[in-house]
Nanobody, 119 residues
Framework: QVELVESGGGLVQPGGSLRLSCAAS????????MGWYRQAPGKQRELVAV???????NYADSVKGRFTISRDNAKNTVYLQMNSLKPEETALYYC?????????????WGQGTKVTVSS
C-alpha cells in the first residue's frame, strides 16, 4: 500500500511564500514523476508543476518564475516552493506521483493541503 502525505499549506498574505512537501511511503519500488496540482473552489483541478526522476521539470505558464519544484529521491519526497503568491492561487494543492509499487504501476494522489492567499 502506498500513501502520499502533503504538508506545508496555510494562510499567507499576497506576495508571500509557502513551501509544500509531499512524502510517499509504502511498498515502493520506484517513483517516476512527482507533481503538484491545485483545485480552486468551483474550478477544475489543474497541473501546477511536475518533476521526473531525472530532474526535468514542467510548470504551468501562470507559475513560471515564481514556483520551484524539487525532489529528494532518497526520501521519496517532492517539494513546491511558492513565491509571490496571488489571491487567485487560493486552492487545495494535491500531490501526485507515478509509482511502481508492490502490485503495479499507477498514479497516486494525496488528500490535499489547503493554501489560502489573503490579506
Amino acid at each position: 500500500q502506498v500513501e502520499l502525505v502533503e504538508s506545508g499549506g496555510g494562510l499567507v498574505q499576497p506576495g508571500g511564500s509557502l513551501r509544500l512537501s509531499c512524502a510517499a511511503s509504502g511498498s515502493i519500488f520506484s517513483i517516476y514523476s512527482m507533481g503538484w496540482y491545485r483545485q480552486a473552489p468551483g474550478k477544475q483541478r489543474e497541473l501546477v508543476a511536475v518533476i521526473v526522476r531525472g530532474g526535468s521539470t514542467n510548470y504551468a505558464d501562470s507559475v513560471k518564475g515564481r514556483f520551484t519544484i524539487s525532489r529528494d529521491n532518497a526520501k521519496n519526497t517532492v517539494y513546491l516552493q511558492m513565491n509571490s503568491l496571488k489571491p487567485e492561487e487560493t486552492a487545495l494543492y494535491y500531490c501526485n506521483a507515478d509509482i511502481y509499487a508492490l502490485l503495479d504501476r499507477r498514479d497516486y494522489w494525496g488528500q490535499g493541503t489547503k493554501v489560502t492567499v489573503s490579506s
